[in-house]
């Protein structure tokens, strides 16, 4: 849905409903193309068939009023063409407790920074919204114990906890897995490509003890090493 997003300028400043170019009603999928003012443009589907056309307004607009849930290509004549997708309203939608999908959303690199959580930067947001939008009902996250508790004593639970709330807002739970363990528990220590077992076995089921306290309300399952 968003393999191409950068290939021509939309919406300078996206709303939330169409981020990504995911439009779910009642948005209508709409484009600003000032340069291709007067081209004519057709919007098909995933096999190939047209299902809309018409002339890029005066002002640059293309609106594709209509469409169902799928996945489109606006073609523009002589300009370009643009990916989006249009989906059920998710008000409206049908919940699957049990649903076969889910999605690696890589929220974990995005939480070991703090200043993706700062006012003005929507970086977990939009994504949690993406997943939301395409109806994910679990997603896969990791944290590095290393990261959260380097020594014995308090764990600062960093942006890792403030995901999976969020996450769990949107009625979407993650499954957990620690990638490394500290050295005073008997792990490697390091960051996030030294993924090890720690040998002090009362210190592990104290951190699951922990995790479970913790992120319990917004998690499937846990494991203890990726």
């Known amino acids: 849905w968003i393999d191409q997003i950068e290939i021509v300028k939309v919406k300078s400043a996206p709303s939330r409903s169409d981020f990504g170019r995911v439009f779910a009603p009642p948005s209508v999928p709409t484009f600003a193309l000032p340069s291709a003012a007067g081209a004519a443009w057709k919007v098909v589907d995933w096999r190939g068939a047209v299902r ?22 606006l073609a523009v004549e002589g300009v370009t063409n643009l990916t989006f ?23 974990s690199w995005v939480a070991a920074d703090p200043s993706n ?39 600062d639970w960093k942006g890792y906890l403030t995901n999976a709330k969020r996450l769990g807002a949107r009625g979407i739970r993650t499954s957990w897995s620690n990638y490394g363990s ?43 090493l990726n």
């Open 85 to 107: 997708a249009t989906v059920v309203d998710p008000s409206a939608r049908r919940q699957v407790k049990e649903s076969p999908y889910a999605a690696d959303s890589g929220l």
């Open 117 to 155: 959580f700062a006012d003005g930067k929507g970086h977990v947001r939009d994504i949690v919204d993406l997943l939301f939008l395409a109806g994910i009902r679990e997603t896969r996250e990791r944290f590095s114990w290393n990261d959260v508790q380097p020594k014995p004593g308090p764990i």
């Open 52 to 73: 809309l056309e018409g002339r890029v307004a005066a002002d640059g607009a293309v609106a594709a009023k209509g469409l169902p849930p799928g996945y489109w290509t």
């Open 182 to 224: 500290p050295k005073w528990a008997g792990g490697k220590g390091g960051g996030w490509g030294r993924a090890s077992l720690a040998t002090n076995l009362v210190a592990v089921a104290d951190f699951c003890r922990r995790v479970a306290e913790d992120f319990g309300p917004y998690v499937s399952d846990f494991e203890y």
